[in-house]
């Protein structure tokens, strides 16, 4: 059984920081794509930030250069270092495979950024 569980999220003020970490159980990620996803009330989750096998990345437009997702493949956990956050950047956020799978959703957590 496949599950991902993430952690660090909370309340913070436009321009702090956060790194969220997934931890994946039942699922190697050194042979699988890994990325976080976002979804803000009222609006589709989204692919914030992804890594290959190979350790290429992935980021959203409006994202990269403040948000930075790496891997430990001997822990199986992803993290995304998010900096210079803002108010747009609150959602609840996700891992799971890129391309993910429907099943494989968990419970998220939320991130909210004060202005």
């Known amino acids: 059984q496949v599950q991902f569980v993430e952690s660090g999220g909370g309340l913070v003020q436009a321009g702090g920081s956060l790194r969220l970490s997934c931890v994946g159980s039942g699922i190697a990620f050194i042979t699988n794509d890994i990325g976080w996803y976002r979804q803000a009330p009222g609006k589709q989750r989204e692919l914030v930030a992804s890594?290959?096998?190979?350790?290429?990345?992935k980021y959203k437009d409006g994202v990269q250069g403040r948000f930075f997702i790496s891997k430990d493949n001997g822990k199986n956990t992803v993290y995304l270092q998010m900096n210079s956050l803002r108010p747009e950047d609150t959602a609840v956020y996700y891992c799971?495979?890129?391309?993910?799978?429907?099943?494989?959703w968990g419970q998220g957590l939320q991130v909210t950024v004060s202005a």
């Open positions: 799971n495979r890129d391309p993910p799978r429907a099943e494989f």
């Open positions: 890594i290959s096998t190979f350790g290429g990345y």
